[in-house]
C-alpha cells in the first residue's frame, strides 16, 4: 500500500517536472549540469537528466515488483535527490546567464566573470579558515584547519593562473 503511494506520488512528481522543464529541456550549458555522483550522464541537456530519472523509477518498480529491499531504498533516495536537483536547476535557469553557449568574446567574458566568482569564495573560505585556526585550541583541529587553509591556496593559485589564460585569450581576441 505505502509502495503504490510512493510510486504514485513519485511520478505525480516526475511529470509535473517534466511540464515545467519542457521549455529549457534541450538548451544546453557549457559544461555538465550535475555532478557526477548524483547523474550519470554527462549531457548538458535537462531533457536527459529527467530520461535517466524515468528510468530510475522504471527501476524502482522493477525492483519493488522482486522485493529487493536495498535497492528499493537507494533508488527511492536517488530519485528524490534527481528530482530536487532538476527542481532547483529549473527555478534557478533564469540566473545562468552566463552559463549559456554564444559568441567566443562573450563566452570567454563570462568564464572570467565565473572564475572571479570562484576567486572571491576561495578567499573568503580561506579567510574563514584563518579565522578558525586563530582562535582554536585544539592541537589536532589547528592541524586540519591549517591543511584546510594550504589546500584553499593551492586552489586560489590555480584559479588566478586560469583567470590569467582567461586574461590572456581575452587579450589576443580584443587585439
Known amino acids: 500500500m505505502k509502495t503504490d503511494l510512493l510510486l504514485h506520488t513519485l511520478e505525480q512528481q516526475l511529470a509535473q517536472l517534466e511540464a515545467r522543464v519542457g521549455p529549457l529541456a534541450h538548451f544546453a550549458t557549457l559544461g ?5 555522483q548524483l547523474f550519470q550522464t554527462r549531457s548538458p541537456l535537462l531533457q536527459d537528466c529527467l530520461e535517466e530519472t524515468r528510468h530510475h523509477l ?3 518498480k522493477q525492483a519493488i515488483e522482486k522485493q529487493q529491499l536495498p535497492q528499493i531504498v537507494w533508488l ?3 530519485l528524490a535527490a534527481q528530482v530536487e536537483a532538476i527542481s ?3 527555478a534557478a535557469w533564469s540566473l545562468r546567464s552566463w552559463d ?6 562573450i563566452r570567454w567574458q ?3 566573470l565565473q572564475h572571479q566568482e570562484y576567486e572571491r569564495r ?3 573560505m580561506t579567510q574563514e579558515r584563518q579565522r578558525q585556526l586563530a582562535q582554536t585550541q585544539d592541537f589536532t583541529e589547528q592541524q586540519r584547519l591549517t591543511r584546510e587553509v594550504e589546500a584553499f591556496n593551492g586552489r586560489l593559485t590555480r584559479c588566478r593562473k ?3 589564460g582567461i586574461d590572456a585569450v581575452i587579450a589576443r581576441m580584443t587585439r
Not at 555538465?32 to 557526477?36: G, I, K, T, V
Not at 549559456?100 to 568574446?105: A, T, V
Open 32 to 36: 555538465p549540469r550535475f555532478d557526477r
Open 58 to 60: 522504471t527501476a524502482l
Open 76 to 78: 527511492t533516495e536517488r
Open 88 to 90: 532547483r536547476e529549473t
Open 100 to 105: 549559456s553557449g554564444s559568441p567566443s568574446l
Open 110 to 112: 563570462r568564464k572570467r
Open 122 to 124: 576561495l578567499l573568503e
Open 162 to 164: 586560469a583567470l590569467q
